[in-house]
Nanobody, 128 residues
Framework: EVQLVESGGGLVQAGGSLRLSCQAS????????IGWFRQAPGKEREGATW?????????YYAGSEKGRFTISRDNAKNTVYLQMNSLTPEDTAVYYC????????????????????WGQGTQVTVSS
């Protein structure tokens, strides 16, 4: 079973930056696509909004985060990162990482229903 643990959330002022981490275990890391999602506190995870995904070295971003967020991976550490810059109060949310099986030729999904494994989330709060 794939296990995912997010870290790096916290309180930051508008205009600041955070780097979120998602560490995976229980499965071959190279065979996983990793996506980042966010959802308002108290809302169902199933309705989370997709932010970004990485499949091998291919990266994809939602339009609202383009140019501000950067996804990357360190295979030696079984970890995917989300660097978030120029944060605004609208970025306040619980951030989740999620995984689905991937190999070359597979689609890199952005729909929450396609992701089989989820972390518990990490809270990001951006003050004005």
């Amino acid at each position: 079973e794939v296990q995912l643990v997010e870290s790096g959330g916290g309180l930051v002022q508008a205009g600041g930056s955070l780097r979120l981490s998602c560490q995976a275990s229980g499965f071959t890391f190279d065979d996983l696509a990793i996506g980042w999602f966010r959802q308002a506190p108290g809302k169902e995870r199933e309705g989370a909004t997709w932010i970004s995904s990485i499949c091998e070295d291919n990266t994809y971003y939602a339009g609202s985060e383009k140019g501000r967020f950067t996804i990357s991976r360190d295979n030696a550490k079984n970890t995917v990162y989300l660097q978030m810059n120029s944060l605004t109060p609208e970025d306040t949310a619980v951030y989740y990482c999620a995984a689905h099986l991937w190999e070359r030729g597979f689609l890199c999904y952005n729909n929450p229903s396609e992701f089989d494994s989820w972390g518990q989330g990490t809270q990001v709060t951006v003050s004005s």
